[in-house]
């Protein structure tokens, strides 16, 4: 009952105080988050932030964060859940140039069907990309050579010639620009992932955890052009 008590004070302070506990994937944390969770710890002094970075899905009413910042491809359906909508990361197919050796490059999703594929997920995932052209949508089934739940060695499968992968553009911008990886089917979009900050219906946010997460709303849409 005083923890309650203590919670509901914090929450109605206009200057935030006490500890943020905040949850996200690696890859999400060490391109981005990091940086603007040390500058929000910079300028609130009176705040403990704690950022948890981990492959583990984190249902947010079993743990102790504020809020968990979540990647997915499809809409969050549990309405026990508070899911604000961070941003949309766009998706691009992208390969080694010398994969495609003397083939055409592809024209359509089907044209891939020769090309070695590798996939972004668990074991048990069905492995399929989702593309659009306009009003067109097409899904490309394919059995991946190499996979894994981290898109940062995804990015570096695909930069050693194991095959085309569906990557974060922000992710291989730079490889695109040195030549490392070329993109491929540009005319076909991949589905893009959103990241979503997750956290309870029945547990409000404190003031803290509401600033931090009005500066991931404002600042990551830019920083990730």
């Not at 006490?18 to 981005?32: N, Q, R, T």
């Not at 964060?65 to 491809?73: G, K, L, N």
């Not at 992208?94 to 999703?109: C, F, I, T």
Request: charged share 20%; aromatic share 8%.
């Amino acid at each position: 009952e005083a923890d309650k008590v203590l919670a509901l004070a914090e929450r109605t302070r206009a200057q935030p105080t006490g500890v943020l506990h905040v949850i996200c994937p690696p890859v999400i944390g060490s391109a981005i988050v990091d940086a603007l969770a040390v500058e929000f710890a910079a300028s609130v002094p009176d705040v403990r932030l704690h950022l948890e970075e981990t492959m583990g899905i984190y249902d947010p009413r079993e743990t102790l964060a504020d809020f968990v910042i979540y990647p997915s491809f499809t809409a969050l359906p549990d309405s026990t859940l508070v899911a604000r909508k961070i941003m949309s990361s766009p998706y691009i197919l992208a390969v080694r140039p010398d994969v495609l050796g003397v083939r055409p490059s592809p024209k359509e999703p089907d044209d891939l069907e020769d090309i070695p594929c590798i996939g972004l997920g668990s074991r048990g995932t069905e492995w399929k990309w989702r593309f659009r052209k306009g009003r067109q949508v097409q899904s490309y089934r394919f059995a991946p050579v190499f996979t894994t739940t981290l898109p940062s060695a995804l990015l570096h499968a695909a930069m050693q010639g194991l095959g085309v992968a569906s990557l974060p553009t922000a992710l291989c911008r730079r490889a695109f620009d040195d030549g490392r990886l070329m993109p491929l089917l540009e005319d076909w979009v991949p589905d893009p992932v959103t990241l979503y900050a997750v956290y309870p219906s029945s547990r409000a946010l404190t003031t803290a955890a509401r600033q931090f997460l009005n500066l991931l709303l404002e600042r990551l849409p830019v920083l990730l052009k």
